[in-house]
């Protein structure tokens, strides 16, 4: 006979979390982990057993720790239960060895390398040519009145961004946006067509870094090439998985930034009222520190990438036994009431932002100053060009992806008045 206790769900197991209503606004669950079960196990939709950790000074912690490694083979799992992680094996070893997958010291060297070759210059100079696809984008939609922006022009601006930086010539760069297409709508489903986008672009690049070497630019690639002949080294694989890393992780991102963020601005009048202001005044202190708001109010990166314990350690007070994986929710902790002042009001003007939006710790994104660029670009152009655009739809019925570690709107209808 079950006991009472039995019977009644125990408090200790907490929200439901991976559901349909979960991925729509997965606050309240995250409000109640960081109260309740600050570190908190569960099993993923995948399977696979995880640590949660919810709180912004824990997550702070884990970010920054050497004992949490980001090197798949650290994971406690038999080899079958890995692949539902969606670490990849051996045989997408060529391209994931990358910096996301790996520790100091090979961290250390290849971050150096793509440092040199990704400076806060050459994204700054990057600037005009960012301003330029966006208005070219816009143009496209522009007299229709109405426009799906994640389709339409979210998803586009940074795989073009990415591929000139990268040295992609414009000829081929619809090839790379229909690859990394089948990478965004199947992430986490069939992994049939997604292989094959990945296989693709590996042929790709492999080719682009051997013609680079051959005849160099003034790309991001001939950069690496030249970086890495100057002493320090950098085998080809190493180049492809770099250019591979920097597509992969600053494609996804950037479309649920300038999508995540325009849906905050449409669903927040008076703060979208405010930057509009500051915007025809010609200031952008408010852009400046909006989009970083934008950014912990509703980041891109819900959770950050895995991480795996090498030896046993405490977590915000929790035990947690070598090669657990280990999840640091970067959404719930930029919400912490511990840190920051009224975490569910949307304040663009806030000043005490340290948000880890971006993450924390020598994985900290190397695209942020990318990132900040696009995103200021994308969302002050569409409010500047299109001063009347609204949702085209109730809020209710726009639909979330249900991905592990972004979050993201499928679809952004909006409509405005079009131009003649
Ligand atoms: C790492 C967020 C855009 C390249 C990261 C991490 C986060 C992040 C949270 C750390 C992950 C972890 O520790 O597990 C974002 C957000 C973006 C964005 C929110 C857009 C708004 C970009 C762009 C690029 C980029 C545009 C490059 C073109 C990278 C790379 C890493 C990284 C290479 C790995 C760095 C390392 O391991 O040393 N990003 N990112 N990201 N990001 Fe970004």
Redesign the pocket.
Known sequence: MPTDDQQIPSAAQGPELFTWEFATDPYPAYAWLRENSPVHRTTLPSGVDAWLVTRYADAKQA?ADQRLS?NPAHHDEPAHARSKTGIPGERGANLMT???NIDPPD?TRL?RL?SKA?TPRRVAEFAPRVQELTDALIDAFVEKGEADLIHEFAFPL?IYA?CD?LGVPREDQDDFRDWAGMMIRHGGGPRGGVARSVKKMRGYLAELIHRKRLDPGDDLISGLIRASDHGEHLTENEAAAMAF???F???E??V??IGNGMYALLTHPEQRERLQRALEEGDTALLETGVEEL?RFD???EL????FATEALTVGGQDIAAGDPVL?V?AAADRDPARFDDPDTLDLSRRDNQH?????????????P??RL??QTALATLLRRLPDLQLAVDPADLRWRGGLIMRGLRTLPVEFAAAQ
């Open positions: 970010l980001k990358h910096l996301l961290h971050r793509v990704f940074p990415i930086l890393i920097l597509l992780a600053g494609f991102t950037t649920n930034l950014l980041g891109p990166v950050a990438t895995w991480r640091v970067l880890l939006g971006y993450g924390h710790g020598i994985h900290y994104c190397l695209g942020a990318l990132a696009e995103g």
